[in-house]
């Protein structure tokens, strides 16, 4: 008996860290749902006009534009202003099994803003994040749950005293974007509902519009230009 135990234990282990090995090897490009070989993304956010009928855009909010190396990872995630000046810098570190180790983000002005650290669950999924400031100090921790296609369900985050302060539930239409994100405070109250639309795909799969709705009313408008390698 004992050595039928030993058995299962010694094959779970096996199994388990087969599983992770396979996880890591999950790039960015299939967590994020991009299908095909993505070199960039160039993704524009524009205001909803609100006495519109049908959503319409009106001005620019925010450009953002990400690269992608030859095995789907991020390189950097850049924002601009309306006017092209940079916003903030993301920078991406990488482990030598593919493990997303850390995110670096910088203000416009090249000043360290956030470094953000992870913790993955036995599907490779990241089940945790750490964010601290310049000094080093955490001032926010996330942690989230996901269903067996990678699809995070629940985001739940907490202040620098470990207090919870507000809690996300998501939901994913069948390409596995997300059509809903239902926000609670630590009470378990329902502050604020975001839904999104989607339309415009290229041949890959790949939306190249987006509306998103914050307690049904239109509030941003996204456009995507996607280069492929």
């Given at each position: 008996?004992?050595?039928?135990?030993?058995?299962?234990?010694?094959?779970?282990?096996?199994?388990?860290?087969?599983?992770?090995?396979?996880?890591?090897?999950?790039?960015?490009?299939?967590?994020?749902?991009?299908?095909?070989?993505?070199?960039?993304?160039?993704?524009?956010?524009?205001?909803?006009?609100?006495?519109?009928?049908?959503?319409?855009?009106?001005?620019?909010?925010?450009?953002?534009?990400?690269?992608?190396?030859?095995?789907?990872?991020?390189?950097?995630?850049?924002?601009?202003?309306?006017?092209?000046?940079?916003?903030?810098?993301?920078?991406?570190?990488?482990?030598?099994?593919?493990?997303?180790?850390?995110?670096?983000?910088?203000?416009?002005?090249?000043?360290?803003?956030?470094?953000?650290?992870?913790?993955?669950?036995?599907?490779?999924?990241?089940?945790?994040?750490?964010?601290?400031?310049?000094?080093?100090?955490?001032?926010?921790?996330?942690?989230?749950?996901?269903?067996?296609?990678?699809?995070?369900?629940?985001?739940?985050?907490?202040?620098?005293?470990?207090?919870?302060?507000?809690?996300?539930?998501?939901?994913?239409?069948?390409?596995?974007?997300?059509?809903?994100?239902?926000?609670?405070?630590?009470?378990?109250?329902?502050?604020?509902?975001?839904?999104?639309?989607?339309?415009?795909?290229d041949k890959n799969g790949n939306w190249l519009g987006k509306v998103m709705y914050k307690n049904k009313k239109p509030r941003s408008i996204y456009e995507r230009e996607i280069e492929y390698q």
């Amino acid at each position: 008996m004992r050595r039928l135990f030993s058995f299962v234990t010694s094959l779970l282990i096996t199994i388990g860290a087969t599983a992770v090995a396979h996880a890591e090897r999950k790039n960015d490009l299939q967590r994020e749902k991009l299908k095909g070989k993505v070199k960039s993304v160039t993704e524009y956010e524009y205001n909803a006009l609100e006495d519109s009928k049908v959503p319409e855009k009106g001005t620019l909010k925010i450009k953002a534009v990400c690269r992608y190396d030859e095995n789907g990872n991020r390189i950097d995630y850049i924002t601009y202003s309306e006017d092209g000046k940079v916003q903030s810098k993301s920078e991406y570190n990488y482990g030598d099994n593919g493990v997303l180790k850390d995110v670096k983000r910088y203000r416009g002005d090249g000043g360290l803003n956030v470094t953000t650290t992870f913790k993955y669950d036995m599907l490779g999924n990241e089940s945790e994040e750490t964010n601290t400031d310049p000094s080093g100090m955490v001032f926010m921790t996330g942690k989230g749950k996901y269903d067996l296609r990678g699809n995070r369900i629940t985001y739940d985050r907490y202040d620098m005293n470990g207090h919870l302060f507000l809690k996300s539930n998501f939901k994913y239409d069948k390409n596995g974007d997300p059509v809903e994100e239902r926000e609670y405070d630590s009470h378990s109250s329902l502050q604020f509902t975001t839904t999104f639309e989607y339309d415009n795909y290229d041949k890959n799969g790949n939306w190249l519009g987006k509306v998103m709705y914050k307690n049904k009313k239109p509030r941003s408008i996204y456009e995507r230009e996607i280069e492929y390698q």
